[in-house]
T-cell receptor, first 116, second 114 residues
Framework: DAGVIQSPRHEVTEMGQEVTLRCKPI?????LFWYRQTMMRGLELLIY????????DSGMPEDRFSAKMPNASFSTLKIQPSEPRDSAVYFC??????????????FGPGTRLTVL | QKEVEQNSGPLSVPEGAIASLNCTYS??????FFWYRQYSGKSPELIMS????GDKEDGRFTAQLNKASQYVSLLIRDSQPSDSATYLC??????????????FGTGTKLQVIP
């Protein structure tokens, strides 16, 4: 099985540019999560989807961030305009039947974003 | 108070010793508890989950849960250098609308000295 796929793996951009991160969840999984990880704040949930519908976006830091899931096999996280404080590792994770207590999330390899 | 708290470490233990990692959480309705291992530059991977009070063992790993004290721990027996990583505690709760939410601690860095 391919696991969760993220692209690009590394992104370096300049302040003010638009950044788009991509994720393909594990086939058949009905939940998709976007996380951001920094040394200072650890792993933070940004948003998650169930059956392509956004359920909780309370972790999205501000309007510069947006996420979409047009179909069951693809999601994007967009930052426009980007700022240096957005530099972090962004993880996508997916899960099957997340509502069950034991069900786990499977993480992708992450995208390391650097905004200069 | 943070929702999930861990000592950042580093926790250094000699090879073959028992490593004890601790986590406290603030929400009494927390349902499920997870320990993830994260190697430097890699993504988190699940190593243990627990939701009943008591101990759960899996190979060299034992998770311990005490809901009354709002405390969950991970013991690693016969620690190996390959166990050197950051260990993340995660707590799953049922949020408003019935949907599950998980909160991660900032992690404890474990160093196993050969």
């Amino acid at each position: 099985d391919a696991g969760v796929i993220q692209s690009p793996r590394h992104e370096v951009t300049e302040m003010g540019q638009e950044v788009t991160l991509r994720c393909k969840p594990i086939s058949g999984h009905d939940y998709l999560f976007w996380y951001r990880q920094t040394m200072m704040r650890g792993l933070e949930l940004l948003i998650y989807f169930n059956n392509n519908v956004p359920i909780d976006d309370s972790g999205m830091p501000e309007d510069r961030f947006s996420a979409k899931m047009p179909n069951a096999s693809f999601s994007t996280l967009k930052i426009q305009p980007s700022e240096p404080r957005d530099s972090a590792v962004y993880f996508c994770a997916s899960s099957l039947l997340w509502g069950a207590p034991y069900n786990e999330q499977f993480f992708g390899p992450g995208t390391r974003l650097t905004v200069l | 108070q943070k929702e999930v708290e861990q000592n950042s470490g580093p926790l250094s233990v000699p090879e073959g010793a028992i490593a004890s990692l601790n986590c406290t959480y603030s929400d009494r309705v927390s349902q499920s508890f997870f320990w993830y291992r994260q190697y430097s530059g890699k993504s988190p991977e699940l190593i243990m989950s627990i939701y009943s009070n008591g101990d759960k063992e899996d190979g060299r790993f034992t998770a311990q849960l005490n809901k009354a004290s709002q405390y969950v721990s991970l013991l690693i027996r016969d620690s190996q250098p390959s166990d050197s990583a950051t260990y993340l505690c995660a707590v799953k709760i049922r949020g408003s609308g019935g949907y599950q939410k998980v909160t991660f601690g900032t992690g404890t860095k474990l160093q196993v000295i050969p």
